[in-house]
């Protein structure tokens, strides 16, 4: 059930948020980029996942979605007039690496340096992601994430990209939530590459903490002043009653859902003492891999849409706990049947700023789904207006509490493939009409707009004081 819910009363300006807080908008390649066979790009995973009938809704697929790959300069203008400076995109590893390693596609070099370039002509600062979760499909014929191999072949893409593009994008994060790529790939198997089961899921997880650190470490190494994020997916765990039963259930669900990659990157190990099946993932493990784990990341991207409320289970092997549905909870709801929850992020911002180690915090991701209609070329999309809004006063409380968070992107910039759920979850800013690709702004990303406007002039206001000669 969708709720529509009340226009909040938001009075807050950006420069309330801190004078070098970053806003921007996050996006994913296989999501907007279409052009899957273009100009020698190999295949990825989502490429073959989406031609298995019945795996993703009404069989979508992102073939073309929203045709970045020929439009990202309509695009990226369209960001800019809408004051937004900063821009997270991912690379697809198949458009630079056709076969995962080896030989490079000069072409795919050439795209991501035409899109870099153009950020920068425009003045919006690029921020990449390494990994989106579009592994090369070669390389998931051998055992993809399961196979420890993994780390040298996603060493030779980072260095790669570190070499093409280090000279120009100093914003950089390793993997996007890998607790969702492992967990919906590779456990559950309702995202690429399908996989199922623990044999899976142990060694996968294993082999992106690895990842995560060696990209990091790379990078350091590799591309000159920086600034090396990874992002992670977290939502505030509530369990159903106080009995003792849920309150362990939930314990495991936060285990699982909010502390299992971060950990062991901070030197504390996998949290197996709250869920004893990852002592499993010793088997993979070599004498340096905890200190390999280890990376002190300059920031740590926040991803965060909603809570869940948890309660014990008999059914479910390993965790013994269950998700309550939202949908059987009667609150307002998103079109994920997500619960339209604000004070999570607060809750998420204080537990991953309470980690010593921790030194920056964006949100790298934070936006909604709703029943978006265009009616006379608009998009009148409150529900998502407000619930920015709400969900940026808690990011608001968390600051002025004394959190070190210091940026917000909106996932996400235009509608797109929205991964097993295809195209009906709208979350752009910018609506798609998927026959025509014409895009229209609609009323959120014009609150957006208006919001960062008042940046833009401060700032104006500012070079102008400056440029003033002094005499
Ligand atoms: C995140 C993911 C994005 C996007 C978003 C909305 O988990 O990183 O790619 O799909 O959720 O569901």
Redesign the pocket.
Known sequence: MTHTSEQSNFDLQPEDFGEDFVWGVST?AY?IEGAHEAHGKGISIWDEFVTKKGTIFENQHGQITCDFYNKYKEDILLMKSMNIDHFRFSLSWSRILPDGTGKVNPQGIAFYNDVINFCLECGVTPWVTLY?WDLPQTLEDLGGWTNRKVLEWFEAYVKICSKHFGDRVKHWMVL??PM?FTGAGYFLGVHAPGKKGLRNFIPAIHHAVLCQALGGRLLRKMVPGAIIGTTF?CSQITPRSNSKKDLKAADKADTLLNRLFIEPSLGLGYPDESIPVLRKIKKYEKPEDAQNSIFDFDFIGV?N?TREVVRHSYTVPYLRAKIVKASDRNVQTTL?DWEVYPPSIYEMLKKFNAYEGVKKILIT?N?AAFEDSLKDGKVNDLERTSYIQNYLKQVHKASSEGVKVSGYFV??FTDNF??AEGYY?R?GLVHINFKTLKRTIKASGKWYRDFLRKKEQKEVFKTKKTDVPIG
Do not use: K, L
Request: net charge negative; aromatic share 22%.
């Open positions: 994913a999501q989106h996007n939530e969702v997916s991803q849409y994920m991701e936006g996932w996400t929205e991964w979850p979350f």
